[in-house]
């Protein structure tokens, strides 16, 4: 293992100020075992992802809970939730007269509507409200300077000890460098950043498309209502490989149905590559690709991403882009398992419906952050956004990534950026740990090792888009 340079220590005790003591001190430290295992939970959660590392940690919780001890959670969560049904029976039906459950238990409009519509309202909102806190960081640090300069001279602000605004500078100042290294499309900024009523506009559609989504899963459950679904007896636990195995079928058919309606509307048929072009009669290829562009353009009305937009789009692509697809797996599993006699094993369980309707709202609004983070990286989404509807450089249709690798519209930038993020975001470390030790201030360019990539120049601009 090598050795850290103790003589250069002693140097910058003497009053070195070389910037390359920082550099050859942080190529020692990077071939270190003990910073590479420091480095170890970072790479973990960059490479899995925050909504794969829950859903493994809830799958480990089945695995656990079905042949270890039985937990109970599930049981508990349940009979919660029914609490909550009467105590809404009791406060609001009593007084108001406004629907009874008790009355409509045979439909269990709170286990399979309800209940799934707030966890995934709620999956929905509150990762958009943490990926706003990227935002308030967006302003340049002199123009807070100047603001803050102007306070000072202000009656109240000649009371306030000038230290504490030094302090609050140069938390912001910290916080903003942090967020602007991090943020993909480093030189766009999303339109409701900029303008309060375009803000509040994209807020009214994202709420009506919460409430379309609520209606959509009450039409899946009534839809599974016609099947074999178990609604009774909810309490047992699914074995515990079938959560998995129904992940993977979902996610791929979600993937089917969000890829060719998204590629549609991106690709015109002009083009030689677009397959469905081939495939389909010109009049209906023409057709289908004006009427998904026109639904589709609202989300894409600025490149830049944030959190909130996921799903700032038209009822029409809420329903068939966004919801459609999702919906349709565990439907289509249910009816699958009734017809080979099997549902009691493989029919679609509620617990497994949460957790999945959950996932997919909140990787909805992770895909769209414009930030990458140690448990997040939009990189493959934002790209599509950056190119927008460009007719030979849009890329990323899909969300699996399956169908975009079939058709050959599978973009390897997004890969290769994160890799060189998490290398640069490694030497940054390893920068500053060098300057802890040896005494020596980093230099503004040592403080900026982790750059976005700029593609501006990789393609022709969509002046349409």
Same mark, same amino acid.
């Given at each position: 293992?090598?050795?850290?340079?103790?003589?250069?220590?002693?140097?910058?005790?003497?009053?070195?100020?070389?910037?390359?003591?920082?550099?050859? %001190?942080?190529?020692?430290?990077? #071939?270190?075992?003990?910073?590479?295992?420091?480095?170890?939970?970072?790479?973990?959660?960059?490479?899995?992802?925050?909504?794969?590392?829950?859903?493994?940690?809830?799958?480990?919780?089945?695995?656990?809970?079905?042949?270890?001890?039985?937990?109970?959670?599930?049981?508990?969560? +349940?009979?919660?939730?029914?609490?909550?049904?009467?105590? $809404?029976?009791? &406060?609001?039906? *009593?007084?108001?007269?406004?629907?009874?459950?008790?009355?409509?238990? =045979?439909?269990?409009?709170?286990?399979?509507?309800?209940?799934?519509?707030?966890?995934?309202?709620?999956?929905?909102?509150?990762?958009?409200?943490?990926?706003?806190?990227?935002?308030?960081?967006?302003?340049?640090?002199?123009?807070?300077?100047?603001?803050?300069?102007?306070?000072?001279? &202000?009656?109240?602000?000649?009371?306030?000890?000038?230290?504490?605004?030094?302090?609050?500078?140069?938390?912001?100042?910290?916080?903003?460098?942090?967020?602007?290294?991090?943020?993909?499309?480093?030189?766009?900024?999303?339109?409701?950043? #900029?303008? =309060?009523?375009?803000?509040?506009?994209?807020?009214?559609?994202?709420?009506?498309?919460?409430?379309?989504?609520?209606?959509?899963?009450?039409? %899946?459950?009534?839809?599974?209502?016609?099947?074999?679904?178990?609604?009774?007896?909810?309490?047992? /636990?699914?074995?515990? $490989?079938?959560?998995?195995?129904?992940?993977?079928?979902?996610?791929?058919?979600?993937?089917?149905?969000?890829?060719?309606? *998204?590629?549609?509307?991106? +690709?015109?048929?002009?083009?030689?590559?677009?397959?469905?072009?081939?495939?389909?009669?010109?009049? %209906?290829?023409?057709?289908?690709?004006?009427?998904?562009?026109?639904?589709?353009?609202?989300?894409?009305?600025?490149?830049?991403?944030?959190?909130?937009?996921?799903?700032?789009?038209?009822?029409?692509?809420?329903?068939?882009?966004?919801?459609?697809?999702?919906?349709?797996?565990?439907?289509?599993?249910?009816? %699958?398992?009734?017809?080979?006699?099997?549902?009691?094993?493989?029919? +679609?369980?509620?617990?497994?419906?949460?957790?999945?309707?959950?996932?997919?709202?909140?990787?909805?609004?992770?895909?769209?952050?414009?930030?990458?983070?140690?448990?997040?990286?939009?990189?493959?989404?934002?790209? *599509? *956004?950056?190119?927008?509807?460009?007719?030979?450089?849009?890329?990323?249709?899909?969300?699996?990534?399956?169908?975009?690798?079939?058709?050959? &519209?599978?973009?390897?930038?997004?890969?290769?950026?994160?890799?060189?993020?998490?290398?640069?975001?490694?030497?940054?470390?390893?920068?500053?740990?060098?300057?802890?030790?040896?005494?020596?201030? /980093?230099?503004?360019?040592?403080?900026?090792?982790? #750059? #976005?990539?700029?593609?501006?120049?990789?393609?022709?601009?969509?002046?349409?888009?």
């Amino acid at each position: 293992m090598p050795s850290i340079d103790k003589e250069a220590g002693r140097d910058d005790k003497a009053g070195n100020t070389d910037p390359s003591t920082n550099e050859k %001190l942080a190529d020692e430290i990077q #071939q270190t075992v003990k910073f590479k295992i420091r480095r170890l939970p970072s790479k973990f959660l960059a490479h899995f992802e925050i909504v794969k590392i829950v859903l493994l940690f809830l799958q480990s919780i089945l695995i656990i809970s079905n042949h270890v001890r039985y937990l109970g959670l599930w049981q508990s969560f +349940t009979e919660a939730s029914s609490g909550y049904r009467d105590a $809404f029976n009791d &406060t609001v039906y *009593h007084k108001t007269g406004f629907l009874d459950f008790t009355k409509i238990h =045979s439909l269990h409009l709170w286990r399979g509507w309800v209940i799934p519509s707030l966890l995934a309202s709620s999956a929905y909102v509150v990762p958009a409200l943490l990926c706003l806190r990227h935002e308030l960081y967006h302003w340049k640090p002199d123009l807070l300077q100047h603001y803050l300069e102007k306070i000072e001279q &202000t009656r109240i602000g000649k009371r306030v000890p000038e230290s504490w605004l030094h302090t609050i500078f140069k938390l912001y100042e910290s916080k903003h460098n942090q967020y602007m290294e991090n943020k993909i499309q480093a030189d766009r900024q999303h339109t409701a950043l #900029q303008d =309060s009523q375009q803000f509040l506009k994209i807020v009214r559609v994202v709420a009506l498309n919460i409430v379309i989504a609520s209606f959509c899963v009450l039409a %899946l459950w009534l839809s599974l209502l016609q099947t074999k679904i178990d609604t009774r007896n909810n309490a047992p /636990l699914p074995r515990s $490989f079938v959560p998995g195995v129904q992940f993977v079928i979902w996610y791929t058919i979600n993937d089917l149905f969000y890829f060719y309606p *998204h590629w549609i509307s991106h +690709t015109t048929p002009t083009i030689s590559h677009s397959l469905y072009n081939r495939v389909l009669p010109g009049k %209906l290829a023409t057709y289908l690709h004006k009427l998904f562009k026109s639904s589709h353009r609202l989300h894409h009305r600025t490149k830049a991403n944030i959190g909130l937009a996921a799903w700032y789009c038209s009822p029409a692509e809420q329903i068939v882009f966004n919801l459609f697809p999702a919906l349709l797996g565990p439907l289509a599993t249910q009816v %699958l398992a009734d017809s080979l006699g099997l549902s009691h094993t493989w029919g +679609t369980h509620l617990v497994t419906l949460y957790v999945w309707l959950s996932a997919a709202a909140a990787s909805s609004v992770l895909a769209h952050s414009g930030y990458r983070s140690t448990w997040n990286d939009p990189g493959k989404h934002d790209l *599509h *956004h950056e190119r927008a509807f460009h007719p030979t450089a849009a890329v990323n249709f899909g969300t699996l990534g399956l169908f975009d690798w079939l058709h050959g &519209t599978k973009s390897s930038l997004p890969a290769e950026e994160t890799k060189a993020w998490r290398a640069q975001r490694d030497r940054q470390a390893a920068l500053w740990e060098a300057s802890r030790r040896s005494g020596v201030p /980093l230099t503004k360019e040592q403080r900026s090792t982790v #750059q #976005q990539p700029d593609h501006s120049l990789v393609w022709e601009e969509d002046k349409d888009s």
